[in-house]
């Protein structure tokens, strides 16, 4: 049974750091593509980063590009969204999810089709206050 549990989420003023982290269990970690994706309060959801298989290439949403960076541990099965120079705008849920097919090198990593990913976590809950 695939599981991503996402930890790491709090409250933290403007300016702040957070670190999210997402432990991935079922299914064989390094093989697939990763992505963060965030759901702010009453709007859509938002892919915001994604990861290569390996780890090598990333990608990112031009609203965190600069301020946030996406890394995984093969080893730990777990992926990692550090966010530095947080905004209010940055307030949501924040989602870890396994891409549906196993990374093939063509920038997958890059996808952002909510129908290119199969599962996703929970959730964390993240606000900053201005």
């Known amino acids: 049974e695939v599981q991503l549990v996402e930890s790491g989420g709090g409250l933290v003023q403007s300016g702040g750091s957070l670190k999210l982290s997402c432990e991935a269990s079922?299914?064989?970690?390094?093989?697939?593509?990763m992505a963060w994706v965030r759901q702010p309060p009453g709007k859509g959801q938002e892919w915001i980063a994604g990861i290569s298989s390996g780890g090598g290439s990333t990608d990112y949403a031009d609203s965190v590009k600069g301020r946030f960076t996406i890394s995984r541990d093969n080893a730990k099965n777990t992926l990692y969204l550090q966010m530095n120079n947080l905004r209010p705008e940055d307030t949501a849920t924040y989602y870890c999810?396994?891409?549906?097919?196993?990374?093939?090198?063509?920038?997958?990593?890059?996808?952002?089709?909510?129908?290119?990913?199969?599962?996703w976590g929970q959730g964390t809950q993240v606000a900053v206050s201005s």
């Open positions: 079922g299914f064989a970690f390094s093989d697939y593509v």
């Open positions: 999810q396994k891409a549906r097919k196993r990374d093939t090198g063509y920038y997958g990593y890059s996808d952002r089709r909510p129908d290119e990913y199969d599962y």
